[in-house]
């Protein structure tokens, strides 16, 4: 049996938020800006809205912020 779409989607989410997270720390802020705008017009972006990671950058660090929307 294939495994579901949902598996596949956290499965690829979790490899896309280690790509980011080791991302040059030069480009952070932009794309953290640019994901942080999307998240706020109701995009999940990479991740499902319940696990949804929204990224934050103070002075070129990148915090994650677990925000468990249900």
Do not use: W
């Given at each position: ?44 972006f990479f991740y499902p809205p319940t696990t949804c990671n929204l990224h934050l ?14």
């Amino acid at each position: 049996m294939a495994p579901s779409f949902k598996v596949i989607l956290v499965i690829v989410s979790v490899f896309l938020s280690i790509a980011v997270f080791n991302v040059d720390s030069r480009s952070k802020p932009k794309f953290c800006k640019f994901h942080g705008k999307l998240h706020e017009e109701g995009y999940p972006f990479f991740y499902p809205p319940t696990t949804c990671n929204l990224h934050l950058c103070m002075g070129g660090r990148v915090q994650f912020i677990r925000t468990g929307n249900q």
